[in-house]
């Protein structure tokens, strides 16, 4: 686990990327309702008399439905993680932005910790979520974001956001865990299969399976941890496709998520972590994550240790518009 700096000019190229996909989610947006409104115009008009009534009310509906899609959908019951799969969508692309927390202990901070920002406290981590669900929000997984985003599945009730936790410590199940099952929550586990720092300890494979039954959604930082973009071929088809590979064999659920170690990648990590078969892949940088952006560079909010319930409401407003990345940060 350690830190990884980026240079301002790498981060200034990702700033104008995310601007780019922002400006073609605007254009292809306007089309689309462009679209719309010329379906609805024919249907009304070829139907005729009492029909336009009708005609209208679904055009008012239908309205309804897009302004939903874009807050995270409907509201309703929460659709539960292992539901993904036969969830059933509108059949049109849903546009939910959406943050994605990145936590990793839970637990304070032990004495000469090297990073003890990535330490959170328990109570500090309850008193978040109790923050958050005040505020309207409520977890989803990757999984159920990406159906939103190719099947139209809705997220609702209220502001969906997804909770994420890298590398596996055992205190995500011994303290984050309870947290979420009182919300009737879930997480995202990015879990690493060795090389855990011994001083906090990984979970155990009855720990792994205990997240599954509560209904989180297992997705990887690979093998070990290990620095992808250093690694040739062979090292990254172990560190990646063999992660999944072993995963998927010993727990049988999709793994459709990359989480890139300390956040470093480049265009030949990416092109490993497509070849592997998953959906797309979580970072470092800073931001909200939506249809728009490429899926293999989704951003993530890193929350730190001391970080209060209304800092971290700020944090993830801040955030919204996608603002422009600090300018250096690093990632575990």
């Known amino acids: 686990m350690s830190y990884g700096d980026y240079s301002a000019r790498r981060l200034e190229r990702e700033r104008d990327r995310r601007a780019r996909a922002r400006r073609r989610r605007l254009l292809a947006g306007g089309s689309l309702a462009t679209i719309v409104a ?59 932005t959406v943050p994605i927390l990145m936590y990793h202990v839970i637990n304070p901070p032990p004495a000469g910790a090297p990073f003890p920002g990535l330490y959170v406290p328990a109570n ?33 009730p209220g ?20 947290v979420l099952q009182k919300l009737g929550w879930v997480g995202v ?36 941890h290990a620095d992808l973009i250093k690694l040739d071929s062979s090292g990254l088809q172990y560190e990646i496709a063999g992660a999944r590979r072993v995963l998927r064999s010993r727990y049988g659920v999709p793994v459709n998520w990359f989480c890139y170690p ?32 490429d899926p293999y560079r989704l951003p993530r909010l890193r929350v730190l240790g001391g970080t209060s319930p209304s800092a971290l409401l700020q944090q993830i407003a801040t955030y919204e ?3 422009a990345p600090p300018a250096s940060y690093g990632g575990a």
């Not at 439905?65 to 539901?83: I, W």
């Not at 159920?144 to 609702?156: H, I, T």
């Not at 720990?207 to 930082?221: F, H, K, M, N, S």
């Open 321 to 323: 518009s996608s603002a």
């Open 262 to 293: 300390s956040g470093h990648y480049d265009a030949t990590v990416i092109a490993a972590v497509r070849n592997a078969g998953f959906a797309g892949s979580t970072t470092v940088v800073p931001g909200w994550a939506s249809r728009g952006e």
């Open 124 to 156: 500090e981590f309850a008193a978040q979520m109790e923050a958050l669900k005040t505020a309207g929000w409520h977890a989803v997984t990757m999984d159920q974001l990406e159906a939103n985003w190719s099947r139209g599945v809705p997220l609702g």
């Open 38 to 96: 010329i379906v609805a115009v024919v249907a009304i008009a070829s139907a005729g008399g009492s029909s336009a009534g009708a005609g209208a009310a679904g055009a008012r509906h239908s309205a309804a439905h897009t302004v939903a899609s874009r807050s995270g959908g409907s509201q309703g019951t929460a659709r539960p993680a292992s539901s993904v799969t036969t969830a059933k969508g509108t059949g049109v692309p849903g546009n939910a």
């Open 189 to 224: 586990e990015n879990i690493q299969l060795v090389g855990l720092p011994s001083s906090e300890g990984g979970l155990t494979d009855a720990q792994v399976r205990g997240l599954l039954g509560a209904g989180w959604e297992l997705d990887t930082q690979g093998m070990s």
């Open 159 to 178: 502001k969906p956001i997804v909770i994420t936790f890298d590398n596996g410590y055992a205190s995500q199940y011994t303290n984050a865990l309870p």
